[in-house]
């Protein structure tokens, strides 16, 4: 028999002459290209939406929603200028936890527009990744030469729009007759709660204490919370707030922001059916995906892209702007497949995509005035197009913090880590109460998740070859090795098989730590396989989870290490463990020398729970699975790195939840 590390290069070599280097190649990131997943043959849109929608939740680990808490939330503070009024306002998001932001609404004669049976359109306007948010101040930030060169190069229209094209934004919607929100971001801003916006790996917030982790933790990563999933929920709670408002058409609600605030507008489109308009910009392309942790998050890009999540709100109204940023191709890659799916969808008026690549990043008075036509167009408000803007007062951060003198009391308001933890907490508590009640119940979304953390729709209905690499006589067993082939993408691993003189039809397969490895003696009448899983006996590929894939080396506690980078673009040890079992499966079910009439999957430790996956995905494809986990359990997993860190694992009932969907 040859020694492993002889068949290890073997195999590489016998990929390579195939084409197929799938087992070794390098992890993807959010600098790769992400085209548009063009819709399987007789896939309908609606399914493959879904789809999108769901691992969209998943990755915010709000798949299924929360309970949505009350907001108490909080309006005073009024500032009056012309044409509009700006008020301070809050709210809870979770319980302690505090959105804020400032109100928009129209006064005087903007007060006449937009009004259909005594309400008005209602926005949404996340902001970005814009210095200070709804502070920003471009001569703080470029001084004010960066304000005049805005003027000079045709960018802003008038210096109070040049010094902060935020609030530009929601004055011009406000005096179109609009009702608008802008809310903040973490960490910027009013939202010092987190005085951070992006965290790295910390050992002061790493425990398995219930109550005692923060974010970018383990015990985080397997109930998928992540600062992209609370500001997802933040931006959900905000327009709870914002459709709940008296004044406001719930009927004629947009969402618009640019660069990481339109990473938000595409997200949240995608995922809550009360939007009815959304107009992202600068963000969607097939080029860089996204580079805060705000906007990654695990699985959230794996068999999926930002064209694809910006495609899921297909066929509803949707604008998209380009500049001279990674959004620069959009016009030949990316807008062609949007304007093609809505026209498929018979809705080809309902999409627009405006190419302003003379500009470098920016949401400007250019890309503001397509999207104020946009919302004329769709809100149906009666204005003369082109919808241009006119100066305003300039409003400052003193016109628009939340922490003003007689402001009222953030009931449980706290700070920096203490807040983490309890942020977690509540959070993990809220997954708990509806992981118990859905275990009891066996209900569905158990099963969507683990399908979706799994791919089983990939996998699922997979062929398999095996080849005969040697082979040995044993008494009354032969004793091979060889390969098998996964014939949807060419991957390669190996396995030994033990096949009796006396075979009776059963077939085991048995999982081993040792992988290609393990002892097998005693074979009776069955044919026995042992597979060498992904990343055993020393194979190359493994979980990287702290490698960012950023252009220059960063510390270990940098934000750029969370391990969102890896497992939101790329299967776990785990997930890959699985699918080589389910085509281990399919090799022995397609063998055209063996008359199968069992399949039986043997393991124990961490192993039994790769069994009980496969048989989750394989459903009657197994014929049974022995698995004793031995005391193993996700929640003992304290390594972004470990062969078995599974995000979300616990959150969806870790063995416990596989078990059930194993029907074991």
């Not at 498929?344 to 005035?369: D, G, I, M």
Request: hydrophobic share 40%.
């Amino acid at each position: 028999m040859r020694i492993f590390s002889t068949l290890l290069i073997s195999v590489i070599a016998v990929s390579l002459s195939q084409g197929q280097v799938t087992r070794f190649a390098v992890p993807v990131n959010l600098h790769d290209y992400h085209p548009f997943r063009q819709l399987a043959e007789g896939e309908k849109w609606e399914t493959r939406r879904a789809e999108i929608r769901n691992r969209i939740q998943l990755a915010a680990g709000l798949l299924p929603f929360p309970e949505k808490t009350p907001l108490k939330a909080k309006r005073y503070g009024v500032v009056e200028r012309d044409g509009f009024k700006v008020e301070r306002v809050f709210f809870e998001s979770f319980p302690g936890h505090f959105v804020t932001g400032s109100l928009f609404t129209p006064t005087g004669e903007s007060e006449a527009i937009g009004l259909v049976d005594g309400k008005r359109p209602g926005v949404l306007c996340p902001h970005g990744h814009w210095t200070d948010g709804r502070f920003f101040d471009q001569e703080q930030r470029g001084g004010i030469q960066g304000v005049r060169r805005e003027l000079a190069i045709g960018a802003e229209r008038f210096q109070s729009a040049a010094h902060n094209p935020i609030i530009a934004r929601c004055v011009h919607l406000a005096r179109m007759g609009c009702v608008v929100l802008v809310y903040d971001m973490i960490g910027y801003a009013d939202s010092v709660q987190l005085p951070e916006h992006r965290r790295g790996p910390r050992e002061t917030m790493n425990s398995a204490e219930p109550g005692q982790w923060g974010f970018v933790s383990p015990q985080a990563t397997l109930r998928l919370q992540t600062n992209f999933g609370l500001q997802t929920w933040n931006s959900v709670r905000a327009l709870d707030y914002l459709a709940g408002l008296v004044e406001v058409d719930d009927d004629r609600l947009l969402v618009t922001g640019a660069s990481g605030g339109a990473t938000q507008t595409m997200i949240l489109a995608a995922i809550d059916d009360r939007v009815d308009a959304a107009f992202p910009a600068v963000m969607l392309s097939t080029a860089m995906q996204g580079g805060c942790t705000c906007e990654n998050s695990h699985y959230l890009r794996i068999d999926q892209g930002n064209v694809d999540i910006g495609a899921c709100f297909a066929p509803k109204p949707m604008g998209i702007t380009a500049a001279d940023d990674w959004t620069i191709e959009l016009e030949t890659k990316g807008h062609p497949d949007l304007k093609a799916l809505y026209q498929r969808l018979k809705a080809p008026k309902n999409y627009e995509a405006h190419f302003n690549t003379h500009f470098k990043h920016n949401y400007n008075q250019v890309s503001r005035a397509q999207m104020y036509d946009f919302v004329n167009r769709h809100f149906e408000l009666g204005l003369r197009s082109p919808v241009l803007e006119r100066d305003y007062e300039r409003l400052m951060e003193e016109d628009l913090t939340v922490f003003i003198e007689g402001a009222p009391e953030m009931d449980g308001y706290a700070v920096e880590d203490a807040h983490e933890r309890d942020l977690n907490a509540a959070w993990a508590g809220d997954s708990e109460k509806q992981l118990d009640a859905a275990l009891a119940l066996k209900d569905d979304w158990i099963g969507v998740a683990w399908d979706l953390i799994l791919r089983s729709n990939k996998v699922r209905e997979t062929t398999a070859s095996f080849e005969l690499q040697d082979k040995t006589m044993d008494g009354e067993v032969v004793r091979m090795r060889g390969t098998i082939t996964r014939d949807s993408d060419g991957d390669t691993f190996w396995t030994q098989a033990h096949y009796p003189a006396n075979w009776d039809g059963k077939v085991i397969i048995r999982l081993e730590e040792t992988g290609l490895n393990a002892s097998v003696d005693e074979v009776g009448e069955n044919v026995v396989l042992a597979p060498n899983l992904y990343g055993q006996n020393n194979e190359l590929a493994v979980n990287d989870a702290t490698t960012y894939s950023g252009k220059k080396e960063v510390s270990a506690d940098s934000w750029q290490r969370s391990p969102v980078y890896f497992y939101g673009y790329n299967d776990s040890v785990f997930v890959r463990r699985v699918h080589d079992v389910v085509s281990t499966v399919a090799m022995v079910r397609d063998h055209p020398n063996w008359d199968v009439k069992e399949i039986e999957i043997q393991a124990t430790g961490p192993l039994a729970a790769v069994a009980l996956a496969a048989k989750a995905v394989l459903g009657d494809g197994i014929s049974s699975v022995v698995a004793d986990p031995k005391g193993f359990s996700f929640e003992s997993v304290d390594d972004h790195c470990d062969d078995y860190m599974v995000p979300g694992a616990v959150k969806y009932g870790g063995v416990e939840g596989l078990r059930m969907l194993a029907g074991e």
